[in-house]
């Protein structure tokens, strides 16, 4: 999901979306997103077989929430607000799957901190901001 979820920001970066980075002309993005799907749909398999339930759901909203930050990056969506919405529910899922993952695994210990998206450091200067 990272793979896919990283062409698709760079993609988003090409087309104009806030606080995606390294841009990637649409065209061989959509050739990379089809290997990273393929990549996916195989690598969930070994999910599927040692994740409980609820784990299974939670990866299956993470899987979702990166194809909707899909749509915009292949132009099928292209508000900006939308944009940011999606990546940030992406965020949220990836932090679900990954809490339950680790309890699934008997991982002692919270979760890595959220990788909330954008970070404070790609956000726009406030008005009023500056020297």
Avoid: C
Wanted: proline share 8%; net charge negative; charged share 25%.
């Amino acid at each position: 999901m990272k793979q896919q979820l990283s062409v698709a920001q760079r993609m988003g970066a090409a087309r104009g979306f806030p606080h995606a980075l390294d841009p990637l002309d649409p065209e061989p993005g959509m050739a990379q997103l089809a290997e990273n799907e393929a990549r996916r749909a195989a690598e969930w398999e070994s999910v599927l077989l040692i994740g409980d339930a609820e784990t299974i759901g939670a990866a299956r909203k993470w899987h979702e929430a990166v194809w909707n930050v899909e749509l915009y990056a292949r132009g099928l969506k292209d508000d900006h607000a939308g944009w940011i919405r999606a990546v940030q529910q992406v965020s949220r899922a990836r932090d679900a799957f990954y809490a339950l993952a680790r309890r699934d695994l008997d991982i002692a210990g919270p979760p890595p901190p959220s990788g909330n998206w954008p970070r404070a450091w790609q956000q726009q200067d406030e008005p009023g901001d500056g020297p």
